[in-house]
T-cell receptor
Framework: KAGVTQTPRYLIKTRGQQVTLSCSPI?????VSWYQQTPGQGLQFLFE???????NKGNFPGRFSGRQFSNSRSEMNVSTLELGDSALYLC????????????FGSGTRLTVV | AQKVTQAQTEISVVEKEDVTLDCVYE???????LFWYKQPPSGELVFLIRRNSFDEQNEISGRYSWNFQKSTSSFNFTITASQVVDSAVYFC??????????????FGGGTRVLVKP
């Protein structure tokens, strides 16, 4: 079965712009989580959606937002991009409400110039 | 708050040597899960193992083995007879096991393993 699909793979944006990243979970998975990976801060949890509701949120400014659709696909949005938002954004999906089969996508590499 | 510490930032070995990656964690949860992930240069996080806090049995999978010691809050990972393909960054991670904890992982800083031929 298909894994977690993240699009696009690479993205270059200008400071001040906004960006939307997409994540399609494994079929049947209802939980989608997002992580930011940077050389300085490592892997940090952004937020988790379960059945279209945000269930957990990490310590990121309000410029970072997300949503989940009825088909479990999720998007995350970053507004007013800053240079420090350059990172690999990883999405993971899980089959249930608690940590279970937790599968990551290949990520979207965002570069802000 | 949860915290995962991987004290080794980089380890370099020659092929066929064994390599052990250390992981120490902190949590107030009474039940939790511990994980190891491998991240090759392609960027995707590849799941290696999940361990429930109730299960302190060590585990072996091929050349990989894990040593979980709750008394010292450690979950170490050993690669036996390393191969060049093992070169990657390895992450230890922690999650609460309750529904309130949800699907949220706290990661360590990662250990880069370089296996030279």
């Amino acid at each position: 079965k298909a894994g977690v699909t993240q699009t696009p793979r690479y993205l270059i944006k200008t400071r001040g712009q906004q960006v939307t990243l997409s994540c399609s979970p494994i079929s049947g998975h209802r939980s989608v989580s997002w992580y930011q990976q940077t050389p300085g801060q490592g892997l940090q949890f952004l937020f988790e959606y379960f059945s279209e509701t945000q269930r957990n949120k990490g310590n990121f400014p309000g410029r970072f937002s997300g949503r989940q659709f009825s088909n479990s696909r999720s998007e995350m949005n970053v507004s007013t991009l800053e240079l420090g938002d350059s990172a690999l954004y990883l999405c993971a999906s899980s089959s249930g409400p608690t940590i279970g089969g937790y599968t990551f996508g290949s990520g979207t590499r965002l570069t802000v110039v | 708050a949860q915290k995962v510490t991987q004290a080794q930032t980089e380890i370099s070995v020659v092929e066929k040597e064994d390599v052990t990656l250390d992981c120490v964690y902190e949590t107030r949860d009474t039940t939790y899960y511990l994980f190891w992930y491998k991240q090759p240069p392609s960027g995707e996080l590849v799941f290696l193992i999940r361990r429930n806090s109730f299960d302190e049995q060590n585990e072996i999978s091929g050349r990989y083995s894990w040593n979980f010691q709750k008394s010292t809050s450690s979950f170490n990972f050993t690669i036996t007879a390393s191969q060049v393909v093992d070169s990657a960054v390895y992450f230890c991670a922690l999650s609460g096991a309750s529904q309130a904890a949800g699907n949220k992982l706290t990661f360590g800083g990662g250990t880069r393993v370089l296996v030279k031929p």
